[in-house]
């Protein structure tokens, strides 16, 4: 077996783990509801360990909805700062790298949304981080702080809309939701072009 295969095989294994976890945590959380699962019962339904849980997922909500974050590397952030590309397209490019969303994230976002505002807090906590650095980063390649507020104001928007687009493929891939957030934030432009002055 060749290193190309290796690392696909890993990546399988990888995706099946992180499949079985949220797999599981969805089942319990529908015949149980949100607030009664735990993360030892979602480790031992899918016969893993607390640690290798806390891998694929920060916390219990990210497991039921599906959404992995994961941190920026420094490799990613120099490559941020260094790039020639429009600001809004390289920071689409960097917040889709970063998320992994399950094929039925939507779905579940709608089906729970209404029973659990501590799920939706620990999501955002997530998020909130994540977009923090970005906006360091964004402030760091532009040198203007109203840009970058700017840059990450459009960026937020874009995500919440693409939170809400029904989707029937079956897992959203990074360039998939590259395109999405970019063509959001066209949409997000036309709009806001039509505004009387």
Request: a negative charge.
């Given at each position: ?90 920071l689409c490019a960097l917040v889709a790298s ?88 066209r949409e997000l432009g036309a709009m806001a ?5």
């Amino acid at each position: 077996m060749n290193d190309m295969e290796t690392l696909g095989l890993r990546e399988r294994k990888k995706q099946l783990t992180r499949d079985t976890i949220h797999d599981v945590s969805v089942k319990l959380a529908r015949e149980r509801g949100f607030a009664e699962v735990t993360v030892e019962e979602i480790c031992t339904g899918a016969n893993i360990s607390a640690r290798t849980f806390f891998n694929y997922y920060p916390s219990k909500a990210d497991a039921i909805f599906g959404i992995s974050l994961h941190p920026l590397t420094q490799v990613q952030r120099e490559q941020f700062l260094h790039s020639k590309g429009d600001l809004l397209s390289d920071l689409c490019a960097l917040v889709a790298s970063c998320i992994i969303l399950s094929n039925d994230t939507i779905m579940l976002h709608e089906q729970f949304s209404h029973c659990d505002t501590v799920a939706f807090t620990e999501l955002g906590s997530h998020f909130k981080e994540l977009f923090k650095s970005l906006h360091i980063l964004a402030e760091q390649r532009t040198a203007d702080p109203h840009k970058a507020r700017l840059a990450i104001s459009l960026l937020i928007a874009a995500l919440k809309v693409v939170a809400h687009i029904d989707s029937n493929e079956e897992v959203r891939s990074t360039q998939t939701l590259q395109h999405s957030l970019i063509s959001s934030i066209r949409e997000l432009g036309a709009m806001a072009n039509t505004v009387d002055a």
